[in-house]
T-cell receptor, first 111, second 112 residues
Framework: GQNIDQPTEMTATEGAIVQINCTYQTSGFNGLFWYQQHAGEAPTFLSYNVLDGLEEKGRFSSFLSRSKGYSYLLLKELQMKDSASYLC????????????FGTGTQLKVEL | DGGITQSPKYLFRKEGQNVTLSCEQNLNHDAMYWYRQDPGQGLRLIYYSQIVNDFQKGDIAEGYSVSREKKESFPLTVTSAQKNPTAFYLCATTPAGTYEQYFGPGTRLTVT
């Protein structure tokens, strides 16, 4: 089976840096996604990592270690609008072109 | 202007009534999905369809039904058999050859 673990909640200060971790167990591996979801809205795509290492995209970066079953999302220069839920997801390896989502990490950015 | 539409944004029903949520896409994507999200929870897969006239149950299909008569449309019916239907429902699509999912704006269903 597949399992994804993320912290439930995190709080950080505007202008700071925050790291949101995700660990996963899966029998195969076809990459790892990060999505951002504001309250009452649809998730939006942030990043997709297939290879080990850090991928940077503006204020957001995503890291993957396949050997450790571990990823993190790094948010720099936090802004109030970054307050949202961050979902980690991996493709389901049992077929069907599906994603398995973690429960999400609710990030609150404070002044 | 390509995208995924779900209507209505908010839907209210009385207990015991069936209700159908619409999902339409003009992205020409083959695969479509329905998720349910409860407060503070992740996304749980209800049904998915990889091709017209074919669909499979997800993790929580009981009390729901779908159809896929056209590539563009994947309506979800929440039946009276669904014991706890109040939730936020999200439709998503995936282009062929990828895993990335594109989401519609969602429908918040309240059943009283």
């Amino acid at each position: 089976g597949q399992n994804i673990d993320q912290p439930t909640e995190m709080t950080a200060t505007e202008g700071a840096i925050v790291q949101i971790n995700c660990t996963y167990q899966t029998s195969g591996f076809n990459g790892l996604f990060w999505y951002q979801q504001h309250a009452g809205e649809a998730p939006t795509f942030l990043s997709y990592n297939v290879l080990d290492g850090l991928e940077e995209k503006g204020r957001f970066s995503s890291f993957l270690s396949r050997s450790k079953g571990y990823s993190y999302l790094l948010l720099k220069e936090l802004q109030m609008k970054d307050s949202a839920s961050y979902l980690c997801a991996v493709p389901f390896t049992g077929g069907g072109n599906k994603l398995t989502f973690g429960t999400g990490t609710q990030l609150k950015v404070e002044l | 202007d390509g995208g995924i539409t779900q209507s209505p944004k908010y839907l209210f029903r009385k207990e015991g009534q069936n209700v159908t949520l619409s999902c339409e896409q003009n992205l020409n994507h083959d695969a479509m999905y329905w998720y349910r999200q409860d407060p503070g929870q992740g996304l749980r897969l209800i049904y998915y369809s990889q091709i017209v006239n074919d669909f499979q149950k997800g993790d929580i299909a009981e009390g729901y039904s779908v159809s896929r008569e056209k590539k563009e449309s994947f309506p979800l019916t929440v039946t009276s058999a669904q014991k706890n239907p109040t939730a936020f429902y999200l439709c998503a699509t995936t282009p062929a050859g990828t895993y990335e999912q594109y989401f519609g704006p969602g429908t918040r269903l309240t059943v009283t």
